[in-house]
């Protein structure tokens, strides 16, 4: 408890002060703008409710603009936690939070959400087109929307590398619905494994658990895998003794952006015994419905069955966020990464668009794809906006501009629309009074099974890592901490006494 609250304090105020938290007024403190001036205000879009655009939202002042928020999932999803939801050491509903509650301040809907897809942006007319994707449609399923600013803040999608097979028959690590099916289908194997007769060798491939992938996402799996075979299965199922985990990596060691220390001891730890392995300097190369072709680094292919493959290879850019990219023009968009952005994150080559966490990319300074990042980036960009509100829209244009011309080169490139024209001038000035964003890195924690996480700690000349039980509390402690709510504490709460009580629970459905 006390390790917990001292993670959580220190992390709350370090955040404030390296974020320069502390010279805005936060929301509940200022004059809101009165109703009878919100009529026109600048239309921000916000597309989707990942941590960009939810932290985003959140550090805006939405009295000061006109605010919808399009998003095929009306929820935010807690990632760093995720991985517990494939074993059910915590259920996911306990780290999923509603956007529409984000929406309303000073208890009135200050924002519209829409549940939807964005298939297309024309930076030219400043619109979007969006579908409803989901089950239920009704006589309208599609419309555009105009915006002044559009915040694109989709994330990104898992990569493949166009492996053929990776889609139809692996499960990802991303959504909600990948622990599902995950806990489903582990549970699935091993009651078809349990049938009168099964052949010995249909149980060997049923009982073959393949991850691959040897980043954080593909490790934290392993580890809770690793945990649930030998807190609950190997109780339940007298067949999960037979149960093989192998972790396929194509580089030559897991956690590639980890510190060598941390990346030997893990690979010990989750070797400790002898039905989990590393394969490493493998690559995946093609994906049938029950086995895998790898190639290792002499160039031999061989087969591996399976019964349970999880896939994470990382991270490719989102449709919406290529569409966007070609809709600028690949001669000036042209990073595989995702949409390329300038120092305040505008995206180049289109007036008006806004491009945060996974989905942007500054060459100059490029960053890891990660839950920090985009959480910095977005209050770092919500606080811009919330300067450019009270610097120019609330003023409007009567006090003279003080004029800096802008380049020809952005002259070109720039797509001025008409209903803002006047004020982009000012607004280029009043972006350049803005300090520049920094990134600051608060290291990096990642679990390892059996009560057990490492941690790394990066400065500019050294590395400091911690790994074991104490770094375990600590890896707790601050997600824990930086949970959305209080809701979400209590339930998370809950679950993680539950599951250490009770064990986690093995029936499907
Ligand atoms: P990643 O990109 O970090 O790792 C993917 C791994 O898959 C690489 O090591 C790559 O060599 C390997 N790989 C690629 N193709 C392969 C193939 N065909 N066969 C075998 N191996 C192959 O991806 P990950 O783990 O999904 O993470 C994505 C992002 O999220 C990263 O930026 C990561 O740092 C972050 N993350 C951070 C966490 C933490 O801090 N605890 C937890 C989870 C993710």
């Known amino acids: ?3 917990g609250l001292a993670a959580w304090s220190t992390a709350y105020f370090a955040d404030l002060i390296i974020n320069d938290d502390l010279d805005s007024i936060p929301d509940r403190f200022r004059t809101r703008l009165p109703e009878s001036k919100r009529d026109d205000r600048p239309r921000v879009v916000i597309l989707g409710t990942g941590w960009a655009s939810l932290t985003f939202l959140r550090k805006l002042h939405t009295d000061e603009f006109n605010v919808t928020i399009v998003s095929p999932r009306n929820y935010f999803l807690f990632t760093p936690l995720l991985v517990g939801g494939t ?3 915590l259920e996911v509903r306990s780290i999923i939070e509603p956007v529409r509650k984000y929406c309303q301040r000073a208890d ?3 924002a519209t959400f829409i549940e939807a897809e964005c298939v297309s942006v024309d930076p030219k007319k400043k619109t ?16 555009e929307l105009e915006y002044d600013h559009l915040i694109v803040g989709v994330g990104a999608d898992n990569q493949t590398f166009g492996i053929p097979g990776v889609r139809e028959n692996s499960c990802f690590l991303k959504e909600i619905n990948d622990t599902r099916v995950i806990r489903d289908r582990i549970l699935d194997c091993l009651e078809t494994a349990s049938y009168p007769g099964q052949p010995e060798k249909e149980i060997d491939r049923l009982l073959n658990f393949v991850v691959v992938g040897g980043g954080p996402s593909g490790v934290e799996f392993t580890a809770e895998l690793k945990d649930f075979l030998h807190s609950d299965l190997l109780r339940t199922y007298p067949l999960a003794k037979r149960i093989n985990v192998t972790l396929v990596e194509a580089l030559p060691h897991i956690l590639n952006v980890f510190d060598k220390k941390i990346v030997d001891h893990v690979e010990k730890r989750l070797q400790e015994t002898s039905n989990f392995k590393i394969l490493t300097k493998t690559a995946v190369t093609n994906v049938r419905e029950k086995e895998i072709t790898v190639r290792n680094d002499q160039k031999v292919e061989s087969q591996i069955p399976y019964g349970l493959l999880v896939w994470a290879t990382g991270n490719t850019p989102r449709k919406i966020t290529t569409q966007i990219g070609q809709s600028i023009g690949t001669n000036i968009q042209n990073n595989r990464r995702g949409l ?6 505008r995206v180049v080559g289109a007036e008006g668009i806004w491009a945060i966490g996974d ?3 500054d060459p100059q300074k490029p960053l890891a794809q990660t839950a920090q990042v985009a959480n910095q980036q977005a209050r770092y960009l919500g606080r811009l906006f919330n300067h450019l509100a009270e610097d120019i829209y609330r003023q409007k244009v009567d006090d003279k501009p003080e004029v800096v011309p802008i380049t020809p080169q952005q002259q070109q490139t720039l797509v001025i629309h008409p209903k803002h024209a006047e004020l982009q001038q000012t607004f280029d000035n009043i972006l350049k009074k803005q300090p520049l964003f920094k990134y600051h890195h608060m290291g990096t924690l990642a679990y390892v099974g059996d009560h057990q996480a490492v941690a790394e700690f990066k400065g500019d000349t050294s590395t400091t890592t911690f790994e074991g039980y104490v770094t375990y509390y600590l890896w707790r402690s601050v997600y824990f901490s930086k949970l959305l709510s209080l809701k979400n504490r209590v339930l998370v709460a809950f679950d993680w006494t539950k599951s250490t009580i009770f064990g986690r629970d093995v029936s499907r459905g």
């Open 1 to 3: 408890g006390g390790l």
């Open 87 to 89: 074993t059910g050491t």
């Open 108 to 110: 009135a809907n200050e």
């Open 128 to 143: 979007i087109k969006c579908v409803d994707n989901s089950a239920i449609k009704g006589e309208v399923s599609e419309f």
């Open 340 to 345: 390329i952005v300038d120092e305040y994150f």
């Open 359 to 361: 989905a942007c990319i």
